[in-house]
């Protein structure tokens, strides 16, 4: 069949339109091969710059913080001839002097300073997020104890364990009683409280209860007759029935006339009578350094063991701290047996 001009000419416009429809693709095609080149290019030559040798950084940093070689030396542990070498290496690596050396103390070339200002918050920043990616994979072991213990005799030590365990951080909480509680939270309890669900418990020792006083009071009582303290005034967290117990076990009659103040805490009542006049019932744990420290005096032969006054040591057997609390109660056990007034050492 043969073709009809028109359709002729229709196709060859057609053929002319896609031909030049495919050139800008073409061109576009072989534009983004070229800048693709050209960004591979730019990799590979980033890939390939040197950067100076870190261990010659350290040194110029540590010696231009320090103003010093010896200095700077003693704090990376090397010889001051290391540094110095360090140091001349990196301004061989740039091509130029980075250190006045004849200056005392040291002082930096502008293209020092100029080196220094980029290396010194590098480092800084360095510094920084190690120490806190460190920190934050590191575990807390979380402490609470009754007010008592926790502000007279634990706060004090915790210092001591840090110091002999630096792996293990520590979390310090009190609490003044066990409606308070939320023992879930924590993974050692310390204090006076039954035991806690999913824990299990340990008496930390036997726990004596004795009168404390001012060394001005102590004075003024009479030290072979225990029923002298009813002469002055007596401060109990029990609403009495600590001093009514205490009694008892002195086998001593109730006194005709009694002043009695009431407090929330056996260390509200301890700290009362610190500077004045009055009598607490106490222990180690809470008058024990201010009796050594001569600030109060313990009437310890007229001592006795309050039912409710026993610390017992709670904590998680299951917790994935259990190494930590392991070695932390080993620590706490061995503090509290030393700590303990030598008086009462042997006492039952």
């Not at 540094?83 to 301004?91: D, G, K, P, V």
């Not at 904590?315 to 701290?321: A, G, K, L």
């Amino acid at each position: 069949m043969a073709n009809h001009p028109d359709q002729k000419q229709q196709l060859t416009v057609s053929d002319r339109m896609d031909t030049t429809a495919a050139q800008p693709a073409a061109n576009t095609l072989s534009h983004h091969t070229v800048s693709h080149n050209a960004v591979s290019h730019n990799a590979v030559s980033h890939s390939v710059v040197q950067l100076p040798p870190l261990k010659a950084l350290q040194a110029f940093e540590a010696t231009a913080r320090l103003c010093s070689f010896s200095r700077a030396a003693d704090e990376l542990c090397v010889s001051q001839s290391a540094i110095s070498h360090q140091i001349r290496a990196l301004e061989d690596f740039i091509g130029m002097p980075l250190l006045l050396r004849q200056h005392k103390p040291i002082t930096l070339t502008e293209a020092g300073a100029t080196l220094y200002s980029v290396v010194g918050d590098c480092f800084f920043r360095l510094q920084s997020v190690t120490h806190h990616l460190r920190k934050t994979n590191q575990r807390v072991l979380k402490i609470v104890a009754q007010t008592s213990i926790a502000v007279e005799w634990l706060a004090p030590r915790l210092p001591l364990f840090t110091e002999q365990y630096p792996q293990i951080q520590t979390l310090l909480h009190m609490e003044s009683s066990a409606s308070s509680l939320d023992a879930a939270a924590f993974d050692v309890v310390i204090g006076t409280w039954p035991t806690p669900a999913g824990f299990v418990s340990q008496r930390i020792r036997t726990e004596w209860w004795f009168p404390v006083c001012a060394p001005a009071q102590y004075q003024l009582l009479d030290l072979t007759n225990p029923a002298s303290v009813f002469a002055y005034p007596l401060y109990s967290s029990e609403q009495g029935e600590d001093w009514q117990l205490w009694r008892q076990q002195m086998q001593l009659r109730e006194p005709a006339k009694l002043e009695m103040s009431q407090v929330s805490l056996a260390l509200l009542a301890t700290k009362a009578v610190s500077c004045g006049r009055g009598l607490a019932l106490s222990n180690s744990f809470i008058a024990g350094d201010a009796i050594r420290q001569g600030q109060l005096k313990a009437l310890t032969p007229w001592r006795y063991q309050l039912p409710w006054g026993q610390y017992q040591l709670h904590y998680r057997q299951d917790s994935v701290s259990r190494q930590e609390i392991a070695i932390f109660n080993q620590w706490l056990l061995a503090q509290a047996a030393a700590s303990l007034l030598p008086e009462l050492q042997t006492s039952g």
